[in-house]
């Protein structure tokens, strides 16, 4: 795989384990990567789908969702450049999946073989510790946007995205960005209306 | 720290790795852990107080819950004799817990120092496993709930609760087991009054 993959990968890493992650050990991982592209709408994971893989986005961004038995979606996050994604339930569990992960624009992709990840942290401290780390990292996510959900109102919580992700309100539609933050479309557009200074 | 209560964390800690966790190890971490004793309504962790313990729990059960601004409850598990609890986004990020703990009736536990236990992962791979280990299942647990509350019904999701646990309905509070399956105490009423053949 050409070596400039894999500094925006280190990067990452780094900043996970909060250390320098050795490229040597980045490289092993990437042995068997491909570089995959993808058009807007176009599917990285189909929920009931099974696979291994890990996508690193190296440009681009992606809408993670699940739809209920109605039809109806919840957004649960976004990935964009110099993100991991996966559908990390399903790997945990060898299972079909139950999201989707949807190219919103033009996008290319790291895709990671997961087992791969694993016969290394069979063998290795660094990538048991950050496996370790990536799965707390996720818990967190998890548990704070549970927790936000119920101690900010949908305007503060609004604001809080438009400050982590200053360009995503241009590049993603406005119901995907409702659905979220856990609001419908309308109150979306009544705060955008009249946005409220933060003191 | 009598060695009675060492067993069945161990069994706790096999399920986990899948594999024998051994009592030498468990040992090492418990060496300074106390046996604590509670009241029902007793608080073992409350919102707004930072502190570095997991219990496992030698006997008895607990509400683990989110109270929002305006004072609603949302509980968002139970725990009970053979398991661990903790405030696990508190111990990650060293800082105050934004979950309360509260026994909901006489209880037992072992209170175990979490940096206790990071300083044994410090230098081990099995530790280091451990955690991993532990933190992909707080994921899980939290991803499944996620995902049952949008792909099962009400009746569904009590159904599946009893099932798993059969001892649970007599020994909690209809609000809080309706709060925990996303659902009002008046749909459970409704639901229990007629509970439906599960084929």
């Known amino acids: 795989m050409d070596s400039k993959y894999l500094l925006p990968i280190k990067e990452n890493l780094d900043r996970f384990i909060g250390n320098d992650f050795p490229i040597n050990e980045i ?10 592209k993808y058009s807007p709408n176009e599917y990285f994971i189909c929920a009931g789908e099974t696979n291994r893989k890990i996508g690193f986005v190296i440009k681009g961004l992606f809408r993670v969702f699940h739809t209920d038995m109605e039809g109806n979606e919840y957004t649960k996050n976004f990935r964009s450049t110099g993100h991991f994604m996966s559908s990390m339930a399903a790997l945990l569990l060898t299972a079909p999946s139950r999201l989707n992960i949807q190219a919103l624009e033009y996008s290319e ?9 694993l016969q290394l942290a069979d063998q290795s401290f660094l990538w048991q510790y950050l496996l370790r780390k990536s799965a707390e990292a996720d818990f967190l996510e998890k548990e704070q946007r ?5 101690y900010y109102s949908a305007q503060d919580r609004y604001l809080n995205f438009l400050e982590k992700h200053p360009d995503w309100e ?8 409702a659905s979220y933050l856990g609001m419908t479309p309308e109150t979306l557009s ?3 209306g009249k946005p409220a200074p933060r003191n």
Chains 1, 2 share one sequence.
């Open 190 to 192: 009544r705060i955008r």
């Open 109 to 117: 992709v790291v895709c990671i073989n997961y087992d791969r990840i």
């Open 27 to 36: 490289k092993k991982s990437v042995s068997d990567a491909k570089i995959e």
């Open 170 to 177: 241009e590049r993603i539609r406005q119901r995907f960005i």
């Open 146 to 150: 549970e927790s936000d959900l119920l």
